[in-house]
């Protein structure tokens, strides 16, 4: 399941980027690249079991 928290803007409201870049909703902040690869499940990597920010708005333990 990708992170459904994650959206690519292409500004920041006062600029615009040449390319989108990843926002989370949650953290409502812009977010580098790594977390972007998270919440897009690639290189094997789990929204649910390796985002902190995800995990933390679930609720979710790092021991669960």
């Known amino acids: 399941m990708a992170c459904p928290h994650l959206e690519y803007r292409e500004?920041?409201?006062d600029r615009a980027f040449d390319t989108a870049r990843a926002?989370?909703?949650v953290a409502d902040e812009f977010v580098q690249p790594v977390h972007a690869d998270i919440c897009n499940e690639r290189y094997g990597l789990d929204p649910e079991s390796d985002c902190e920010i995800f995990r933390?708005?679930?609720?979710l333990d790092w021991d669960e």
């Open 11 to 13: 500004s920041d409201g």
């Open 56 to 59: 933390e708005h679930a609720g």
């Open 23 to 25: 926002f989370c909703t």
